[in-house]
């Protein structure tokens, strides 16, 4: 059985390894995506030679309209879709990266989302999941789902996890109706934190959870149980992954 390493995203630039579980490891890693915005090109894009997705990778500038927060590749239909700052999401085909369409999903900006199969759910800084219709390209379902901004949300097994803003994580069920559509979401358990919560990384039973102030949760998130807790460095931590 190969035991899981845990990769870390800080702002620390010399490279760092602490063994927590029980060789689980803590790195840093140098970041690839870049925002760009000048007079020349006032749309800021996302511009790295190493963004890989699973069925393709590229070099060329994707330009929008507002600054990139995140984008999830649907490789099932083909399609990238591309979240911003102002609320509108950006559709583009593979594997040329054509642009198809957007959709205003809402006025604020959007953080996250994870790929449901016939749907995505988008996740705000208003706390709330919209759930956009991938075969309509529309908005059908907003579901309240923290009190503040989610920072991220990651998908294990059917479920969801989101982080955000209001120091939870909080892990979710899908409930759908029978034309596969989104009906709601439901609690199934939630994580309290000492502070906000960046980002997290879920593998089973395990999850990883970022939080402001340098420190590093590891959770048995079944059990709502802390299996350790790691104060890391002295630069925020970004992202996680398992």
């Known amino acids: 059985m ?30 690839d995506l870049e925002y760009q915005d000048t007079e020349d090109s006032p ?9 890989s997705l699973s069925s393709f990778s590229f070099s060329s500038k994707i330009p929008t309209k507002n600054h990139v927060t995140f984008f999830i590749e649907c490789p099932d239909t083909s399609t990238v879709y591309v979240g911003t700052a102002s609320g509108m999401m950006y559709t583009y085909r593979l594997p040329d990266m054509k642009y198809a369409y957007g959709v205003i ?3 604020v900006s959007l953080i996250c ?8 759910c988008v996740g705000s800084s208003d706390g709330k999941c919209y759930v956009l219709s991938k075969q309509q390209g529309s908005v059908y379902q907003s579901i309240p789902c923290h009190y503040d901004t989610i920072t991220d949300m990651q998908l294990d097994a059917d479920l969801i996890f989101s982080s955000s803003w209001d120091s939870s994580v909080k892990v979710w069920s899908v409930t759908t109706t029978p034309q596969n559509k989104i009906k709601g979401l ?11 919560v960046q980002s997290i990384a879920v593998s ?4 990883v959870s970022c939080v402001q102030g340098c420190s590093v949760v590891v959770w048995d998130w079944d059990a709502m149980e802390v299996l350790h807790t790691i104060d890391y460095t002295h630069h925020d931590i970004a992202h996680a992954a398992i």
């Open 105 to 107: 999903i809402s006025n």
């Open 186 to 196: 439901r609690l199934i358990n939630d994580l309290d934190h000492d502070d906000v």
């Open 113 to 120: 989302g994870v790929d449901l199969k016939h749907s995505l």
């Open 204 to 207: 089973g039973p395990m999850l």
């Open 43 to 51: 749309s800021p894009s996302i511009s790295s030679s190493s963004i």
């Open 2 to 31: 190969v035991e899981p390493v845990l990769c870390v995203d800080t702002t620390a630039s010399p490279e760092k390894k602490l063994a927590i579980y029980p060789s689980l490891e803590v790195n840093t890693v140098e970041s």
